[in-house]
């Protein structure tokens, strides 16, 4: 298991995969916005922890088709299948793969592309802990949508479709949580409800992804 | 529990259900039956509603869109039901009427998601004076809406019938949770518009919240639109084993 997650970690890395890409992609988004809402500072500021939280978010979606993608076109994922590694760990090393390698960088990087929006860097610390609170669900969910459309060709927008409803609880707290610190409000359990999502998630969607998984691979 | 329940006879027939030959004899002698009683039950409840109540004194007519916008809304979350228990059924024994069920179930509820929406949005129009707010049952609707439309979406994008069968069947599970997760998370994000529950099965027949002039025909008009939503999962149903008995003998046909 450990193995498996050294491997894909490295293979993000070293293939110019995910790695740098989603990075740039949310601060492409976050480049974006000032064009399409204008340059005011108070606008930005006010908008930036949701703007931040939706482009963390949308660079977290877009990177999950690669987790299982490649594996299951080259044959490795049915390999995997008849090791004695159960496919539940699979789905977990994966996930925490992907993680690792978009979910930290995205979080760690938030709070300077803040900046960019004129968000404070006492907010900014509070938006960087809900996202490392909250990437790994986004992480989780995201793999488990891929499970399910392994076998679609073409399935980015399927994928899309399936998985963003079900990043809107993570979102819905993740945005509470940034804008509660923006106001200078206590956090009123949005980073707790975060982190009970980001385990819940780690504790029911790996049976679940297992159970697709099989269906792919039978 | 089975009696506990006093069904004792109930569910060995209803698990005879899942054998498709059983399933097609009974549903299609009870289909006739069934349609003549939604028609009877809609279309009194609907005239009576309509038709033959007084006008509300602040609302005016347009009250009356509550026999369509409750019964709608009402079937749009039992569809979502009635998928995720089927779902669970293919899940655990494997039968595949219990998945067509669910299958069929799918565009019901959303439509009727999308009738309880629209109808919503007419009657808040003069009564809010806005079409839409970000209100949070309001918006929890239109996320059910969407968990329709990822359901349906994956069901057309796979051929084979058992593993797209599997895979929406772990989607409806899981996107219940987070469909009810959602429905929570909404009440933290806005405060509402919306009014409480109009009608609760606690409460019986002596309604607070709403005269008895305007219960009776809505609660006529739930059970009419329980029994068309009945009639279109069987015809639905039956359809989807024929399609899938003509997938059968087509295979059979190129295998000669």
């Known amino acids: 298991m450990i193995q498996l997650f050294t491997r894909d970690v490295v293979l993000s890395v070293r293939s110019g995969g995910g790695f740098g890409l989603a990075l740039a992609f949310f601060l492409i988004v976050v480049v974006l916005m000032p064009f399409a809402l204008g340059p ?91 996202l490392l609170l909250g990437t790994p669900a986004l992480s989780l969910i995201g793999s488990f949508g891929a499970t399910l459309t392994l076998g679609v060709r073409r399935g980015g927008l399927l994928l899309s479709l399936l998985v963003l409803p079900l990043y809107i609880p993570t979102l819905i707290f993740g945005a509470l949580a940034v804008n509660a610190a923006a106001l200078g409000k206590a956090l009123d359990g949005s980073l707790l409800s975060i982190l009970a999502i980001s385990l819940g998630a780690i504790a029911v969607l790996p049976f679940f992804s297992a159970m697709a998984l099989r269906a792919n691979l039978q | ?108 509820g959303m439509t009727m998601t999308v009738i309880a929406l629209t109808t919503g949005a007419i009657w808040g129009q003069p009564m809010w004076g806005t079409y839409w707010v970000w209100d949070p049952r309001l918006t929890s609707f239109l996320i059910l809406f969407l968990f329709y439309i990822g359901y ?77 939503f009945l009639t279109l999962l069987l015809v639905g149903t039956r359809t989807e084993i024929r399609a899938q008995r003509l997938q059968v003998l087509e295979g059979l046909e190129k295998l000669k």
Request: aromatic share 12%; with cysteine; charged share 10%.
């Open chain 1, 40 to 130: 005011d500072q108070f606008v930005l500021a006010k908008i930036a922890p949701g703007l931040l939280w939706l482009g963390a978010l949308l660079a977290c979606l877009l990177s999950s088709d690669r987790i299982f993608g490649m594996d299951y076109e080259d044959g490795t994922l049915e390999l995997l299948a008849t090791s004695p590694l159960p496919l539940e760990s699979v789905y977990l090393a994966k996930s925490a793969a992907h993680w690792l390698t978009t979910g930290l960088p995205l979080s760690l990087a938030a709070p300077v592309f803040g900046l960019l929006l004129n968000l404070n860097l006492k907010v900014g610390g509070v938006l960087c802990l809900s």
């Open chain 2, 152 to 228: 349906v979406a994956l069901w057309a994008a796979i051929e084979n019938q058992d593993k797209v069968a599997d895979l929406t069947s772990v989607l409806a599970l899981v996107g219940a949770v987070f469909a009810v997760l959602s429905r929570y998370a909404v009440l933290f994000w806005n405060q509402g518009l919306h009014q409480g529950t109009t009608v609760t099965v606690a409460d019986g027949v002596n309604q607070k919240n709403i005269s008895s002039i305007f219960f009776q025909p809505l609660l006529l008009s739930m059970i009419g639109f329980g029994l068309l």
């Open chain 2, 1 to 108: 529990m089975r009696t506990i329940l006093g069904m004792k006879y109930f569910w060995p027939y209803f698990w005879k259900l899942a054998n498709p030959k059983v399933f097609m004899r009974w549903s299609g002698l009870c289909l006739p039956w069934l349609i003549a009683l939604t028609v009877l039950c809609l279309g009194t409840g609907l005239i009576w509603g309509f038709f033959l109540t007084p006008d509300d004194a602040r609302q005016g007519s347009t009250v009356k869109i509550i026999y369509l916008h409750v019964p709608s809304a009402f079937i749009a979350i039992n569809g979502y039901f009635v998928m995720v228990l089927g779902s669970l059924f293919w899940l655990v024994r494997r039968q595949h009427v219990s998945v067509l069920v669910a299958k069929a179930s799918a565009p019901i």
